[in-house]
């Protein structure tokens, strides 16, 4: 599914946030990214999303090489990975349900099945009762469920979560955890990156130790 | 098909939403645009009017020869063996008593007409040439002017030349003047859709990030520029139909003054027609390349 190959990341003024990295995720895992922060983690995630282009080597998602892919092609890529941020990225304009919708509306579906689908999807992190309100009224967990909401609500088949528990006191992060176990066993890859230890010695899975821009994979 | 449907009503709501949004800031827009438009507009409109007042007077240039009053019959009908030539399109003889009675007819000239004792009109041909470009009538004008029995040959055009070659410049300032609007109606545009860009960056970030094409994105900018731009159109036929009310009046007073029964026309539905439609694909036109440079220093910032 997803295949790094001597892959270097150096933005603007020297700084190599990622080197010589090389490793591969299969279709239905569930992987763990850690390391100190600035090591790496984000560039790595942007790198699988067409956010950032590597400098040099190769990395392949889905059988394409993102570093060639054109930029009208970029968006068609990002429909088929859910992205879930530290910060969750939601629109303070729109109710829950609204931004939960937004990437049915970009893919072109029709309205009311897109709602049945967003309602289905936001019944599933438990915010039902919220789907009218506006996020600036949740709470930080609530948020990160929102946005974990948008990510899945076009059934991608690869999920991308950066820091997802990091703003959130442990109670909450467990449930994201959970969460995150329940699509990983509907068949969805999961690439985490978190510092969490508990979560990651909860749910198993792969681990990949970033240090200064080097991978190693850490013993299960 | 379907999908593509969906995202032009989708652009166009949401378009809509927008200027429903900020009320004020859409109203002074299309005041700004309305304005704009307006001045080429009364011109044309003005130039129209005074088109139609010259378009009673005799468009075709015509050739008046008059004869001499001494002429024979032989002349005569080299005259009219002359004007038979391919270059004449049309020649009608105008007889004396026909050229008083006429003059007799003409408002105003009666009294003149009923003092005379005798007739002091020639017999004459109005000649109406094939080629009525300038070079050719002065030449056709030489030439039967030239010819023996013939008194004179009066090319009565140039004065409607004139006429015409006044209105042409005007014209030619009206499309000056729009072209110059035109453009300050595309930065118009552009600027009110540049504030709504950077207004909804985030938006527009987000959108990317979950796999939204430039085109999609674009879109709902698109169609605002073109509504703002339709809302200008509107505000410029609004500001030209109080134009017109004001001078309606006055305009038909010096009318009446001159004897005439001339009013002012409005603009036609088709004109209407055409100044939306060019006010909207400007405002779209001042979007698209508002929208383009901005989204790529919104892309640049992130």
């Known amino acids: 599914m997803i295949s790094f190959s001597q892959v270097t990341k150096r933005y603007p003024g020297g700084h190599d946030a990622l080197s010589g990295v090389t490793f591969s995720v299969e279709q239905g895992e569930l992987v763990f990214l850690t390391g100190h922060s600035g090591a790496g983690k984000s560039t790595l995630l942007k790198l699988i999303a067409a956010i950032e282009r590597p400098t040099s080597g190769v990395v392949s998602v889905s059988g394409q090489n993102i570093g060639r892919l054109s930029r009208r092609a970029v968006p068609y890529l990002r429909r088929n990975i859910g992205l879930v941020f530290q910060d969750h990225k939601l629109l303070f304009d729109r109710s829950v349900i609204d931004n939960v919708v937004l990437p049915l509306d970009i893919a072109g579906f029709d309205r009311r099945e897109s709602l049945k689908r967003a309602r289905a999807v936001i019944d599933k992190v438990g915010l039902l009762s919220r789907e009218k309100a506006n996020p600036v009224s949740l709470s930080g967990g609530e948020q990160q469920r929102v946005c974990i909401a948008r990510a899945l609500v076009s059934r991608p088949a690869l999920l991308l979560a950066d820091e997802p528990t990091g703003n959130l006191d442990a109670g909450y992060a467990a449930d994201i955890m959970a969460m995150f176990r329940d699509f990983h066993q509907v068949g969805t890859t999961l690439l985490i990156a978190t510092h969490d230890e508990r979560a990651i010695s909860a749910l198993g899975g792969r681990t990949l130790h970033l240090d200064h821009g080097s991978i190693e994979e850490a013993a299960a | ?302």
């Open chain 2, 1 to 302: 098909m379907i999908g593509w449907l969906r995202h032009q009503k989708h652009a166009l709501t949401a378009a809509l939403n927008r200027l429903r949004a900020h009320p004020v800031s859409t109203l002074l827009t299309a005041l700004a645009m309305g304005v704009a438009i307006s001045l080429p507009g009364v011109l044309y409109l003005g130039l129209n009017n005074l088109s139609r007042v010259a378009g009673d007077l005799p468009a075709q240039p015509e050739i008046s020869v008059f004869l001499d009053t001494r002429i024979s019959d032989a002349q005569q009908l080299a005259i009219a063996a002359r004007l038979k030539q391919p270059d004449i399109a049309a020649a009608r003889f105008v007889p004396r008593d026909e050229a008083l009675a006429a003059l007799s007819a003409s408002q105003g000239l009666t009294d003149i007409s009923a003092g005379l004792t005798q007739n002091p009109l020639p017999d004459a041909w109005v000649v109406r040439p094939r080629d009525t470009s300038r070079e050719a009538l002065a030449r056709v004008a030489d030439e039967l002017g030239k010819l023996p029995g013939v008194a004179e040959a009066h090319l009565d055009s140039l004065w409607a030349d004139r006429l015409q070659a006044a209105l042409a410049i005007g014209r030619a300032g009206v499309w000056l003047l729009s072209s110059l609007f035109a453009i300050a109606l595309v930065a118009i545009s552009g600027n009110a859709i540049r504030a709504q860009v950077l207004a909804r960056r985030d938006e527009i970030l987000v959108s990317r990030l979950i796999g939204a094409t430039d085109r999609y994105i674009r879109r709902p900018f698109l169609y605002l520029g073109a509504l703002q731009g339709l809302l200008g159109g509107l505000a410029a036929i609004g500001v030209l139909a109080i134009a017109g009310g004001i001078l309606r009046a006055p305009v038909e007073r010096l009318a009446t003054l001159y004897g005439s029964t001339f009013h002012l026309l409005p603009p036609t539905a088709i004109e209407i027609a055409a100044v939306l439609a060019f006010t909207a694909a400007l405002g779209w036109l001042g979007a698209w390349l508002s929208v383009t440079r901005s989204l790529h220093q919104v892309e640049a910032t992130r």
